[in-house]
Structures are given as structure tokens and as C-alpha cells.
């Protein structure tokens, strides 16, 4: 079955420094990987996705996310994080078969210290 | 001009009322969704319509009742309301088929609280 896991609930940052946000999946096949960011009050907003070709993809805001099968990951970056990215982060996996169906993670609470 | 709207974006209500929200997008897209986030933040998919049909449904109590008056449109409605009902719903839309991309379109979140 589809999993996504996202194994840090909470991560505190400084502005200005760097972030990386740890996704795993489970899936049988190649999987459609997805990170949305959600504000307090707001929707998903897509920050990024892999389907295939090249494994670092670049997002909106500044976030790229690497594509790495043999760890069964897809990591969110951001070399320099401002005040306005705390929120919560979800990765998500989709079917290639492309159902329209995405499995999320339990999202990760990201927090800017001034 | 939103892409995914929903209303009412708050709903406060008692325990064994019936509720509806709903749900309308202007992306042209053919296939539209209901998500619950639950208190612990957690998305998982209830239903889901592609051109007015149910193509998936997530054993989801037949008190939820979805329906899709048309592509843009898709209403929930839950009936006999339960404590545990209360979390926020999402719905979203996206483009299914050749050239689908799978993307997720979300609305703002219905917030409904049962009491």
C-alpha cells in the first residue's frame, strides 16, 4: 500500500538559515511526488512535483525537492528561509496511473525564529 | 478570481443536524474532490468525481453524501452529524487523463464543528 512519511512533526529555524524538510513514500511503482505548503486559515498551495526526468526539481517561493528512489525519498530544501515560510509542509505521493488520488504525510510545522 | 471556492468557509452546529457545503471551480478540470483534515492535521480523500461520476469512494459512513451537479460543481452533504465529523474539508479539483498532471487544485477549507 501507499505511504508517506514525513518524520519530523516540528522543526524550529532561523531566518536566514537553511532547511531541509525529510519525506519518505512507499510505492510500488514510480511514484507522482508532490509538496504542498498550507498557511494558518488556507488552503494546500502546490509548492513543487517530480513525475520523472530530471530528480531535482525546482518549486515557487525558492524550494527545490531531490527525487531519490534508492532511499525511497523526496526532500524539501530552501537555502535561505524567510519569516513568511512558517506553515505547515505535506508531501504527498500520486498514482503514475494518474487516479487522481494522493496519499499525504502528516505534514511537518515549520517555524522561523527572527 | 478564486480557482476553488467553497462555502460556508465556518460552520458551528449540534450533534444529529444535517449540513451541506459546497464546492465550485473555474479551472476547467474534470475531476473534483473531497478531502478531511482531521484535528491532528492529517489529509485523507473521501470521494471523488470525474465528469459527474464517483470514481472513488474511500468507506466513507453513507451518512456523507456527495453529489456533482455538473464538472464544476460538487456538493457535500452529511447527514445526522457526529462529534467526530468535526475536522476541516477540502475540496479540490484537477485534470485527469492525457495530459493530466495529477496536481491537486485545493479550496480554502470548510471548517465544520459539531457540538
Known amino acids: 500500500a501507499q505511504s508517506v512519511t514525513q518524520p519530523d512533526i516540528h522543526i524550529t529555524v532561523s531566518e536566514g538559515a537553511s532547511l531541509e524538510l525529510r519525506c519518505n513514500y512507499s510505492?510500488?511503482?514510480?511514484?507522482?511526488l508532490f509538496w504542498y505548503v498550507q498557511s494558518p486559515g488556507q488552503g494546500l498551495q502546490l509548492l513543487l512535483k517530480?513525475?520523472?526526468?530530471?530528480?531535482l526539481v525546482q518549486g515557487i517561493k525558492g524550494f527545490e525537492a531531490e527525487f531519490k528512489r534508492s532511499q525511497s525519498s523526496f526532500n524539501l530544501r530552501k537555502p535561505s528561509v524567510h519569516w513568511s515560510d512558517a506553515a505547515e509542509y505535506f508531501c504527498?505521493?500520486?498514482?503514475?496511473?494518474?487516479?487522481?488520488?494522493?496519499?499525504f504525510g502528516q505534514g511537518t510545522t515549520l517555524q522561523v525564529k527572527p | 478570481d478564486t480557482a476553488v471556492s467553497q462555502t460556508p468557509k465556518y460552520l458551528v452546529t449540534q450533534m444529529g443536524n444535517d449540513k451541506s457545503i459546497k464546492c465550485e471551480q473555474n479551472?476547467?478540470?474534470?475531476?473534483m474532490y473531497w478531502y478531511k483534515q482531521d484535528s491532528k492535521k492529517f489529509l485523507k480523500i473521501m470521494f471523488s468525481?470525474?465528469?459527474?461520476?464517483?470514481?472513488i469512494n474511500e468507506t466513507v459512513p453513507n451518512r456523507f453524501s456527495p453529489k456533482s451537479p455538473d464538472k464544476a460543481h460538487l456538493n457535500l452533504h452529511i447527514n445526522s452529524l457526529e462529534l467526530g465529523d468535526s475536522a476541516v474539508y477540502f475540496c479540490?479539483?484537477?485534470?485527469?487523463?492525457?495530459?493530466?498532471?495529477?496536481?491537486?487544485?485545493f479550496g480554502e477549507g470548510s471548517r465544520l464543528t459539531v457540538l
Open positions: 479540490a479539483s484537477s485534470r485527469l487523463g492525457t495530459g493530466g498532471t495529477g496536481e491537486l487544485f
Open positions: 510505492y510500488g511503482a514510480t511514484p507522482y
Open positions: 517530480y513525475f520523472s526526468g530530471d530528480t
Open positions: 504527498a505521493v500520486g498514482s503514475s496511473s494518474n487516479t487522481g488520488k494522493l496519499i
Open positions: 479551472l476547467g478540470h474534470d475531476t
Open positions: 468525481y470525474n465528469n459527474k461520476e464517483l470514481i
